[in-house]
Nanobody, 120 residues
Framework: QVQLVESGGGLVQAGGSLRLSCAAS????????MGWYRQAPGKQRDLVAS???????NYADSVKGRFTISRDNAKNTVYLQMNSLKPEDTAVYYC??????????????WGQGTQVTVSS
């Protein structure tokens, strides 16, 4: 059973910083892409940033220059460093990982979500 466990959300003032972490545990062969999505009330879940196993990154335009995604492959962990936070960054942030469970099976997994609230 594969699990993604997130940590690091909370309440911060505009202009502040937070660091989210997401660790994958369980039985699997490898982790391909890892990423962070967010969902604000009444809105769809959108990609914030993603990173491949070789370190290639992709960011939503709204967070470029403020957020940095990284991963520690030895720890099966992905991080999201969020700087210069704005009230519009307020959302539930979800970790996502595309994991090869068996040789012929690769599946998407999601964390439980962590709330990030940015006050003005």
């Amino acid at each position: 059973q594969v699990q993604l466990v997130e940590s690091g959300g909370g309440l911060v003032q505009a202009g502040g910083s937070l660091r989210l972490s997401c660790a994958a545990s369980g039985s699997f062969l490898s982790i391909n892409r890892m990423g962070w999505y967010r969902q604000a009330p009444g809105k769809q879940r959108d990609l914030v940033a993603s990173i491949t196993s070789d370190g290639s990154t992709n960011y939503a335009d709204s967070v470029k220059g403020r957020f940095t995604i990284s991963r520690d492959n030895a720890k099966n962990t992905v991080y999201l460093q969020m700087n210069s936070l704005k009230p519009e960054d307020t959302a539930v942030y979800y970790c996502n990982a595309y994991i090869r469970v068996y040789v012929l099976r690769t599946s998407d997994y999601w964390g439980q979500g962590t709330q990030v609230t940015v006050s003005s």
